[in-house]
């Protein structure tokens, strides 16, 4: 019995030493919600849009190769009134500069989120598409005369590689407070911008991690 007892602890131990770590993005798989994603900026349907995947349920895609003066007047348009139909999209240049993502690019943004101070934290995220994407973390601090959040940090994840057909997953280490200690709070911003095309986004994951984790997350960064 004893070694019964000690065989079952080990497994117990090992199962919650391999337990991923919680999810700080709420909905980072985009599924909750029934007509958008909770949790997430709205899509536009012109640059952003939620889609289902076979296998996979619902992801993001951006569409970067849309006239750079139609996608702001209708990003302009669409927050004054999301319940707007979506315009039919303008045809450019497939190589054009003149599209969004010739200039600003297309974001989408998540929900803020808590920042521990002193603490570590692992971004992942699943990519494919016309081009290598970003997946930013935008750091903020409370300004106290300007009552609103401030920037104060950013870094990103940029895929090694990326297909506009076969998915791949990339992560790295980030700590918002180890050089800027007043953020308070942070969110994940999907982005795309050149070249024109198509980009594909799911499984958006942020947990906290320890120390060693994070070293060797920086160290594999450092070789890529």
């Known amino acids: 019995m004893r070694l019964t007892h000690l065989f079952c602890a ?5 199962a919650a030493h391999a337990a991923p770590g919680e999810n700080l993005v709420k909905n980072g798989n985009f ?5 958008r994603a909770t949790h997430w900026e709205a899509a536009n349907g012109l640059t952003t849009f939620f889609v289902t995947e076979e296998g996979r349920g619902r992801i993001v895609k951006m ?25 039919a999209k303008t045809p450019i240049a497939a190589d054009s500069y003149g599209s969004i993502g010739g200039n600003e690019g297309v974001m989408l943004d998540s929900e803020l989120i808590d920042c521990v101070p002193g603490q570590d934290y ?19 601090l409370w300004h106290p005369t ?3 959040w401030v920037d104060g940090y950013q870094t990103r994840l940029e895929p090694a ?20 200690p007043r953020i308070q709070k942070f969110k994940v911003r999907l982005y795309a911008y050149w070249p ?11 947990e906290a991690i320890t120390p060693e984790e994070m070293k060797q997350l920086v160290e594999q960064r450092s070789v890529r």
């Open 10 to 14: 080990v497994l117990l131990v090992c």
């Open 31 to 35: 599924d909750e919600g029934e007509n």
């Open 63 to 87: 569409d970067t190769g849309v006239d750079r003066q139609q996608a702001l007047a209708w990003h302009k348009a669409f927050a004054a009134d999301p319940t707007l139909p979506p315009p």
């Open 122 to 140: 692992r971004l992942t995220a699943d990519f494919k598409g016309a081009g290598k994407p970003f997946v930013w973390i935008k750091g903020f």
């Open 146 to 148: 300007r009552k609103t």
């Open 161 to 180: 590689r990326v297909s506009p057909d076969t998915w791949s997953t990339f992560s790295i280490g980030f700590n918002p407070t180890a050089r800027s």
């Open 196 to 206: 024109n095309g198509l980009y594909y986004f799911d499984n958006i994951r942020v």
